[in-house]
């Protein structure tokens, strides 16, 4: 972030983050339903400060419009397959509003038989996966969700990109306003960041990655032209390779390396599949709900207790003080937003 | 294994590893079909050179069985909950006989409806979850499991147990005997590793544990007497968090805290719930299977082409060098073993 953390700010209100994104998005070319959708998430991610998930995104989903890859106005089609699948082809569209138009179901899937899944197939990838676990998590139920990218990474062991950053996610409904949630990606450090470091000319820490001859490094650069690595060292990778297959082959959908070679260089944001389980708490727990939540909350307290946070603590804060008083963008940022849409 | 790798060896058969584990838990106390189901899988461990989770075993079973906690005889009781949901109470007995009793159901499910969800209900664990996955692979089906154990790990910016070693396995179906398989603790190391530190009074790395005041320490002692810490900092503790809260009080079952206060000192194994889910490739990816199959296929191909290994290579290995030649086990675990059964 501290390439954007310096210099001049501008104030917004979290209701000017979502029109100006849908403003800068349909003036690109998005459909109005796509920018609703892509500017929710967006709004959401500036709005709790994960600043790289919020409008720094704006020009890389220009960049992702004007690739000419996606489509722009595709209807997703959602397809009831069983009383434990929906799938939803986002037919070369952002996934979001395939995601959206398909959780109910999914959720109501999940409530009447306790466990059920969402496939979505064909579609741009954008941003965290958190939204989307909120989005479940509000409608009561726990939700794990994951997806592949493109092959930066290299599986311990190896020495070049072979596994995505392979985000993965999951949710659990809490009394009150916020559920737990974690958010992240199965390489040492998100591809962003990394990018990050190389424009601040900052030296990465040891485990980041390796250069293009194998041998670690300590260069943002050299890792982004070799390879990231996993986190978690050979556990890591395990899990990396999981969500390739749950969200790759299980799926019928891509791999990251075979979304690397559909988008052949032209930096759009990946195009593969994401997977999504929906977890009833009251059929999967037998009925009794309040010892369930009771049993959770327990072990949420237990973190408090000695001290320990859970992991959206602060992007929750972070929501609370946007709400009350706006956000601050950098000038920069939003002198170039603004020059997207001109 | 350090421990264990020394000294004079007995050359034992395969066959012969299991009808020895029989005849010491039958003698034991345990049934028939609890003490097969066990050495089912403690013969499966010492085959494929996972030594901790072979023979090593027994003297720990014998423990738990006359802890006086454990059923050694009820028969699991299944349910048939729901198109997507098995419930499989072990009613206080191992939890192996349960889950070869529910496993035919659940892939059905799976096959039927793309996705299920096996949820094992008050049952005491047992050992690595590979051979539970491998079962389910066997039939055609991926899989995922998870169950927590005792709170001996703290989370990541805490300093006192709270997390399970919680373990996480997944398998992946694949042309030929073998599938891909991972299985690993979400702590830095398993508990029983770390206990094998401690009588061969051997340093532990740094990152496995800290001592009763929260201090990093490199003595196995003092993290047994304090805490474990999780693989990979915060995501692996939010990993394991998953675990407790989707093997615990989403299935309506015990957190790893809770589990060690129902053993009350007792040592034997943690008592709680697991959760296994299933996934059906034809139905989950709309029904070209050959074509999911070569994709993941393409994948395995990637790790082998940059001379990295996947997870379960050695232990297939091992398998081979067995299943022809036999095993060697420690005589002093042998003598040990035989002096259990006297």
């Given at each position: 972030m501290s390439a954007l953390d310096a210099g001049d700010t501008v104030a917004l209100s979290v209701d000017e983050v979502f029109a100006l994104s849908r403003r800068i998005l349909t003036g690109a070319g998005l459909s109005l339903p796509h920018a609703e959708a892509v500017a929710r998430v967006i709004t959401a991610g500036e709005r709790d400060e994960c600043a790289s998930h919020g409008l720094f995104r704006l020009p890389g989903c220009v960049q992702t419009i004007q690739?000419?890859?996606?489509?722009?106005?595709a209807e997703p089609v959602i397809t009831d397959v069983s009383p434990a699948l929906v799938r939803a082809d986002a037919k070369l569209a952002y996934s979001l509003l395939a995601f959206e138009r398909a959780a109910p179901l999914l959720a109501r899937k999940?409530?009447?038989?306790?466990?059920?899944?969402?496939?979505?197939?064909?579609?741009?990838?954008f941003s965290a996966l958190w939204p989307e676990i909120e989005h479940l998590t509000d409608m009561g139920v726990a939700a794990l969700a994951m997806t592949p990218s493109h092959a930066w990474v290299a599986p311990a062991g190896g020495h070049k990109g072979l596994l995505g950053t392979n985000p993965i996610a999951f949710g659990w409904p809490r009394p009150g306003p916020h559920p737990y949630v974690f958010d992240f990606a199965t390489s040492a450090i998100a591809r962003g960041d990394m990018a990050l470091h190389d424009i601040a000319d900052k030296p990465i820490p040891d485990g980041w990655g390796i250069?293009?001859?194998?041998?670690?490094?300590?260069?943002?650069?050299?890792?982004?032209?070799?390879?990231?690595?996993t986190f978690g060292g050979h556990k890591g990778s395990a899990l990396s390779?999981?969500?390739?297959l749950m969200a790759g082959p299980?799926?019928?959908?891509?791999t990251s390396r075979e979304?690397?070679?559909?988008?052949?260089?032209?930096?759009?944001?990946?195009?593969?599949?994401?997977?999504?389980?929906?977890?009833?708490?009251a059929i999967m727990g037998g009925g009794d709900v309040e010892a369930q939540a009771a049993r959770a909350e327990a072990l949420f307290a237990g973190f408090s207790a000695q001290g320990a946070r859970l992991p959206s603590e602060r992007r929750y804060a972070a929501r609370?003080?946007?709400?009350?008083?706006?956000?601050?963008?950098?000038?920069?940022l939003y002198d170039r937003i603004l020059a997207l849409g001109a």
């Open positions: 690739s000419g890859k996606m489509s722009l106005d999940a409530k009447t038989v306790g466990v059920a899944a969402l496939a979505i197939n064909n579609c741009f990838h250069d293009a001859d194998g041998r670690p490094t300590n260069s943002a650069r050299a890792a982004l032209d070799g390879a990231m690595l390779t999981m969500i390739e299980l799926i019928g959908d891509l979304s690397m070679a559909f988008d052949d260089g032209s930096r759009a944001a990946p195009m593969h599949g994401e997977l999504i389980l929906a977890f009833d708490p609370a003080r946007s709400l009350a008083h706006g956000v601050r963008t950098p000038q920069v």
